[in-house]
């Protein structure tokens, strides 16, 4: 079997995600369609029979955790090797609903879901663990803000499928 680039096992990934989310959703009986990429801010459109749009952002991964920018989520400010920490970022979107996958080989895959605002907030308890009095510390990479989320960060948003469709009158 040929070797798959990193970019196509990415796409792979990517794809394979947003269509299962489509397929979850559809068993709940709400429409959906992903975008491939093309919207800047969401992967998904769900709706009802009415009409009533849900934006939804997913993100798969085949792995182990979710890699993560901190600073899209934080106030990060750089002194020389210090990372010091202002706070959570203002986010246009924080109750964008966000749908983390993990892909699992034996197809048990898993689903996360909650909005990034919940996100954003497991995002700082994490990124902050690791700082002393608001300042942290990077040896290898001042610079980096890259922050690991684990399935078990999100240990109550395994199969929160409620936060979808509570949105939504079933269809039928």
Same mark, same amino acid.
């Given at each position: ?82 990372? =010091? !920490?202002?706070? $959570? ?5 924080? /109750?964008?609903?966000? &749908?983390?996958?993990?892909?699992? @080989? ?15 907030? =497991? !995002?700082?308890? $994490? ?5 002393? /009095?608001?300042?942290? &510390?990077?040896?290898?990479?001042? @610079? ?29």
């Amino acid at each position: 079997m040929e070797k798959m680039s990193t970019g196509y096992g990415t796409q792979l990934t990517r794809q394979i995600g947003e269509h299962l989310v489509v397929a979850k959703l559809g068993r709940r009986r709400i429409l959906a369609t992903p975008f491939a990429g093309n919207v800047p801010d969401y992967d998904l459109l769900a709706s009802d029979l009415s009409g009533h749009p849900l934006p939804l952002q997913v993100k798969a991964i085949n792995g182990l955790s979710w890699q993560f920018n901190a600073s899209s989520f934080l106030q990060i400010d750089s002194e020389g090797d210090r990372q =010091i !920490i202002r706070g $959570k970022k203002k986010l246009p979107n924080s /109750n964008l609903i966000c &749908v983390l996958v993990i892909l699992n @080989k034996n197809e048990n895959d898993a689903f996360y879901i909650l909005r990034k605002g919940d996100l954003q907030e =497991i !995002i700082f308890q $994490k990124y902050t663990s690791k700082a002393r /009095n608001g300042v942290r &510390v990077r040896p290898k990479n001042p @610079k980096s803000t890259h922050c690991t989320i684990w399935p078990e960060d999100l240990g109550p948003f395994l199969n929160n499928w409620n936060l979808i469709t509570d949105h939504f009158d079933p269809i039928g």
